[in-house]
């Protein structure tokens, strides 16, 4: 190792006995010089090597990561990544916390949300952080980034009487079934389109471990978000009304005239033709019927989206009583914490029954103290 006065940097020279690609380097301070003569003395010939660019390290990160992630986790992530293209060309190991704080400061300019922006951070941390853990680098450069602070999420649902007249107005909608499966069940949509009438129970348990993956392309029925068998439960009214649907037929095609063919009624979401519904008509009949719903020919329903209806349910269902621990399974989450964050929005009837809960523990002892109070007077 040498110092170069021309170039103004240390020169790190590895042993020729070495196999390396690259037998040496050069860096702006001493100490970065050792540091990479350490790791590259320490590393197995066969390794990620570091003076790669941080877009071929994104790519080779991605691929080792990829198949243990949901297809949806995997989509975003192949965007998040795609929004570090800015800082991809430099290598892996002079990549420098000023760099990943430009992407972010250029994100937020773009006028993204500073929650995308948190989100693009904290996978280029991630994956500098396996950087560290798998000896390709000594330390991680997104240590030393502040990320943005991202917007609180703000989950609305819709009240009884909203989703009473929500339910009153999809009686007799060609995706009735649908529709009830999301309000009563909380299934996702891509859920929802996947069930088979036999999973049906007639008891109103609806026992699945699979959806459909509408993002991708063909909508193959894969596994589920959590990747596990999930179990709702419909009262028996919800059931009988969906038993009715299922021996009236499939829901007539937007083409009448189109030619069908005779074939078993086996999805909820199935056509006359015998193939599945898309997400995006379910979708669309749900947002164009969703817009002529009010609450006693007054106040119009706010327009929530499918995912509205789901959040909803676990609304309506705490409201109801439900513990949050079976909420939580109902609604197939990995945990309690993420019902209790994401989807428990707070309702007024909640609000209110809070309310009077207080006062029911704090009033018996003013009024009692009142009646003393009088009692003393009248002596």
Request: with cysteine; glycine share 6%; net charge positive.
């Amino acid at each position: 190792m040498a110092w170069n006065a021309q170039r103004q940097r240390w020169r790190a020279r590895l042993p020729l006995n070495v196999e390396r690609p690259h037998h040496e380097s050069w860096w702006r301070t001493r100490l970065e010089a050792e540091a990479w003569l350490a790791r590259e003395l320490a590393r197995a010939p066969d390794a990620f090597d570091p003076s790669q660019s941080l877009g071929d390290y994104l790519r080779y990160w991605f691929r080792l990561h990829a198949p243990s992630w949901a297809p949806q986790t995997r989509r975003r992530y192949h965007y998040e990544i795609a929004a570090c293209r800015p800082i991809w060309s430099y290598p892996l190991e002079k990549l420098r916390a000023d760099h990943i704080l430009r992407v972010v400061a250029d994100i937020q300019a773009r006028g993204c949300t500073a929650r995308y922006a948190y989100h693009v951070g904290s996978l280029l941390r991630r994956a500098l952080d396996d950087a560290v853990r798998w000896k390709i680098l000594t330390e991680s450069p997104a240590d030393h980034v502040a990320l943005p602070t991202p917007e609180p999420l703000t989950t609305k649902a819709w009240d009884v009487d909203e989703i009473r007249a929500v339910l009153a107005a999809i009686v007799g909608h060609r995706f009735e079934a649908i529709y009830l499966l999301i309000l009563w069940g909380g299934l996702r949509i891509g859920e929802a389109i996947a069930r088979r009438w036999d999973e049906i129970g007639d008891d109103g348990t609806v026992r699945f471990d699979q959806a459909e993956h509408s993002n991708i392309q063909g909508r193959p029925i894969g596994a589920t978000k959590r990747r596990r068998e999930r179990e709702v439960e419909l009262p028996a009214i919800v059931v009988s009304r969906l038993k009715a649907l299922r021996a009236a037929g499939p829901a007539p095609l937007a083409r009448p005239a189109r030619t069908t063919r005779d074939v078993a009624f086996v999805y909820v979401a199935q056509r006359p033709d015998g193939k599945r519904w898309t997400a995006r008509a379910v979708r669309d009949d749900w947002n164009r019927l969703v817009g002529t719903v009010t609450v006693d020919d007054e106040r119009a329903v706010p327009p929530f989206r499918p995912h509205g209806g789901r959040r909803s349910y676990g609304t309506l269902q705490m409201v109801a009583g439900t513990p949050l621990a079976d909420l939580s399974m109902l609604m197939g989450h990995s945990s309690p914490a993420v019902t209790a964050q994401r989807y428990l929005a707070t309702s007024k009837a909640r609000r209110r029954a809070a309310a009077e809960r207080l006062a029911a523990l704090l009033l018996p002892t003013e009024r009692e103290g009142e009646g003393q109070a009088e009692g003393q007077a009248t002596i």
